[in-house]
Each structure stands twice: as structure tokens, then as C-alpha cells.
């Protein structure tokens, strides 16, 4: 059964959704379809999948990049799009006959040429404790799909392990920014990069959002640039290797060096 849920007309100037790619504006969309048909909240990450007809993986980026956005808010169940319940008329969901009852009041104005502000029912707006309940929810650590041991896994896979209290705290923040399947992903990714830069801080990777990193690599067998500039530095270096012993000049006396001599006979 399909259903309607309310939309902000003024949605059009709201920053949040103008700083948004064009394609991703229509993913926040159909993230509040889904949310919709499932009472207010989104559902496991495989079935916005199915709904959104791509793999998990970028079904958990949409939704790493609506957190960031703050379009998306984290729950004490999950993910709901940011101030669902207090934008949602509970009586349009509960009471069937609601459309036709305001329809009616609708041409019941129209005839009077007059104009009304509709006002909602007091028992449906959102209070001021509620409002805070809801903040302190979202900043409550570790919520799912995180998990405790989600914390252990990250620090025995990060490859430069030092500053783990710092790294916990960062965790902690990035926990509401994106989901495990994109962070460990992501540092895999990082773990086994093939560059001769050193690893950063854990405390500083997190903070810094590098799980949104997308690193060049190889394509058709080509080589990267630092590939080939590896390969350039290998060959330089052969000529400052030893030569075989016992090889010497013309004259009997020195190496034979790897280079031609400039010195005139």
C-alpha cells in the first residue's frame, strides 16, 4: 500500500539540500520513500539496496554522505531522515479519513474566499524536552550497525598503531558519519597501499574523513605515475652499486668503474 509523507515546498532553498550533487538530491529523496514505508525509519542497509536497485556498499556510501549532510540522523534503532516525527502529521498515517476530511475544510475556505493558517494539534508538536532527548540520542557513541568489537577490529587493522585513545575518540565521532562496511573498506584500502608515503596517525585519518579517499590505481595494465618513478629511482641507483671484484682498468690499478672514463690516453 502505497502512502504520502509531507515535503517542505520551501525544500528548494534549503542549503543542505543546495549543496547537494543533483543526483545525489534524488537519492535523499528516495531515502525518505523508504523511510516512509517503513514507519519514519530506514531499514537494513541491504534492503535500501534493493529499493535503490545498487550494491550494499553504495547503498552505505548514499547513506554516509546524507549523514554527513545532516539529512540523516542517527537513532536509537538506526537511521531516520533529520526531523521526521516533527514534520509528519501522526494523523495522516493513523486516521484513514483524514485526506477526505481535509479536502473538504479546503473547499469549505474556498467558498469563503478567506484564509486560514492551519495550526497543528498541540499533542503533535514536538517539545522542547524532546527535542533535547533526541540530540543527546545522537550523540550517544557506537550506534548501530556499530558495535563494541567494532573498536578492537579497527585498531589491529590500522597499520600505524599509536595514540589509541585519541583514536577511540575519533571513532567515536565517525561512528555518526559513516557505517562500517564503508570505514573498513576504506581502510583495507589504505592497509594495502603500495606508496612509499608513511602511514598517518589513526586519530588523524578518522578525523580527517579518509575513508571518502578515492586513490588512483592502475587500469588496463598501465602503471601508475609512482610506479614508474620507482622504477626510475631502482635503475639510478644501480650505478652506484659496487662493480664485481676483480675487474680493473687498462692500467692494472682501480675498479673498473660502471661509467666510461673521461680521461684521455
Same mark, same amino acid.
Given at each position: 500500500m502505497s502512502r504520502w509523507f509531507r515535503l517542505d515546498d520551501d525544500v528548494i532553498n534549503d542549503p543542505k539540500i543546495l549543496l547537494l550533487p543533483e543526483a545525489m538530491r534524488w537519492i535523499w529523496v528516495a531515502f525518505l520513500c523508504i523511510a516512509s514505508k517503513n514507519g519514519g525509519i530506514l531499514p537494513k542497509i541491504e534492503i535500501i539496496a534493493l529499493s535503490l536497485r545498487v550494491r550494499t556498499t553504495k547503498a552505505a556510501e548514499y547513506l554516509t554522505r546524507l549523514v554527513t549532510a545532516g539529512l540523516i540522523d542517527k537513532t536509537e534503532t538506526g537511521f531516520a531522515p533529520h526531523n521526521w516525527n516533527a514534520r509528519q502529521f501522526k494523523s495522516d498515517v493513523t486516521d484513514p479519513t483524514a485526506p477526505s476530511r481535509q479536502k473538504a475544510y479546503r473547499d469549505r475556505i474556498k467558498d469563503r474566499n478567506a484564509t486560514v493558517t492551519v495550526e497543528r494539534p498541540h499533542t503533535e508538536?514536538?517539545?522542547?524536552?524532546?527535542?533535547?532527548?533526541?540530540?543527546?540520542?545522537? #550523540?550517544?557513541?557506537?550506534?548501530?550497525?556499530?558495535?563494541?568489537?567494532?573498536?578492537?577490529?579497527?585498531?589491529?587493522? !590500522?597499520?600505524?598503531?599509536?595514540?589509541?585513545?585519541?583514536?577511540?575518540? #575519533?571513532?567515536?565521532?565517525?561512528?555518526?558519519?559513516?557505517?562500517?562496511?564503508? &570505514?573498513?573498506?576504506?581502510?583495507?584500502?589504505?592497509?594495502?597501499?603500495?606508496?612509499?608515503?608513511? !602511514?598517518?596517525?589513526?586519530?588523524?585519518?578518522?578525523?580527517?574523513?579518509?575513508?571518502?579517499?578515492?586513490?588512483?590505481?592502475?587500469?588496463?595494465?598501465?602503471?601508475?605515475?609512482?610506479?614508474?618513478?620507482?622504477? &626510475?629511482?631502482?635503475?639510478?641507483?644501480?650505478?652506484?652499486?659496487?662493480?664485481?671484484?676483480?675487474?680493473?682498468?687498462?692500467?692494472?690499478?682501480?675498479?673498473?668503474?660502471?661509467?666510461?672514463?673521461?680521461?684521455?690516453?
Open positions: 508538536t514536538e517539545t522542547h524536552t524532546q527535542s533535547e532527548k533526541k540530540e543527546r540520542t545522537r #550523540a550517544s557513541a557506537l550506534n548501530a550497525p556499530w558495535v563494541e568489537a567494532d573498536r578492537e577490529r579497527f585498531w589491529a587493522e !590500522f597499520p600505524n598503531k599509536v595514540g589509541k585513545a585519541d583514536a577511540m575518540k #575519533a571513532l567515536e565521532k565517525a561512528s555518526h558519519k559513516t557505517t562500517p562496511d564503508v &570505514l573498513f573498506s576504506a581502510l583495507n584500502r589504505y592497509a594495502n597501499k603500495t606508496d612509499d608515503r608513511p !602511514f598517518c596517525n589513526p586519530a588523524t585519518w578518522l578525523n580527517q574523513e579518509r575513508w571518502l579517499d578515492q586513490p588512483a590505481i592502475a587500469t588496463n595494465g598501465r602503471r601508475t605515475v609512482q610506479q614508474a618513478a620507482d622504477d &626510475l629511482l631502482a635503475k639510478l641507483r644501480a650505478f652506484d652499486e659496487p662493480a664485481p671484484d676483480g675487474l680493473c682498468d687498462r692500467e692494472g690499478e682501480d675498479v673498473v668503474r660502471l661509467l666510461p672514463s673521461n680521461r684521455r690516453g
